[in-house]
């Protein structure tokens, strides 16, 4: 069975620092990876994604993520992060069907 | 329409009462999705809807839920005599048909926030 793990439930970085987002997967085949950021009181917005081909995905906002088959990860990172940033990040996974988000990682900023 | 439409936005209701929440796709998404997520928690698999395919109903909590979906539009999520433990926003999103390589959106609504009191 498909399954996420997001083993970092909150996490705190200043302003300006680099930033990393873990996440793990469990899928009998190659998987679709997904990112989503969710803003309070704001909807899912699809930062970026992994189908095939290059393992290093850029996405908007200046976040990147690395698809690492040997490590069965997806972890999102951000060279430099800013205050907006602050949010709830959610690592999916999906085949040819529906996809299964993990717990996610709320993300906060200090100035 | 231009995006995913959930109706109502908010729904306040009794336990024990039932509720419908409705879900209105992307014109031409094929591909339609049902999640729970509940107060500080990740979004929930409920259903999945492909094109005339029998749904995905792995996710549904109890068999107090059900969902609908006609032909490749509007679906409805049902929950009969509701629990406090319900309350929650569910989310519906859509997507074009899977296809590696190819164009592929999956877009989620705004959600309906239920709450049971």
């Known amino acids: 069975a498909q399954s996420v793990t997001q083993p970092d439930i909150h996490i705190t970085v200043s302003e300006g620092a680099s930033l990393e987002l873990r996440c793990n997967y469990s899928?009998?085949?190659?998987?679709?990876l997904f990112w989503y950021v969710q803003s309070p009181g704001q909807g899912l917005q699809l930062l970026l994604k992994y189908f095939s081909g290059d393992t290093l995905v850029q996405g908007i906002k200046g976040f990147e993520a690395e698809f690492k088959r040997s490590q069965s990860s997806f972890n999102l990172r951000k060279p430099s992060v800013h205050w907006s940033d602050a949010a709830e990040y959610f690592c999916a996974v999906g085949g040819d069907d529906k996809i299964i988000f993990g717990k996610g990682t709320r993300l906060h900023i200090l100035p | 329409g231009a995006g995913v439409s959930q109706s109502p936005s908010n729904k306040v209701t009794e336990k024990g009462k039932d509720v419908e929440l409705r879900c209105d796709p992307i014109s031409g998404h094929t591909a339609l999705y049902w999640y729970r997520q509940r107060l500080g928690q990740g979004l929930e698999f409920l259903i999945y809807f492909q094109g005339n395919s029998a749904p995905d109903k792995s996710g549904l909590p109890s068999d107090r839920f059900s969902a609908e979906r006609t032909g490749e539009s509007v679906s409805t999520l049902t929950i009969q005599r509701t629990q406090q433990e319900d309350s929650a926003v569910y989310l519906c999103a859509s997507s074009s048909p899977l296809r590696r390589g190819r164009a592929w959106g999956y877009t989620f609504g705004s959600g309906t926030r239920l709450t049971v009191v």
């Open positions: 899928y009998g085949a190659t998987p679709y």
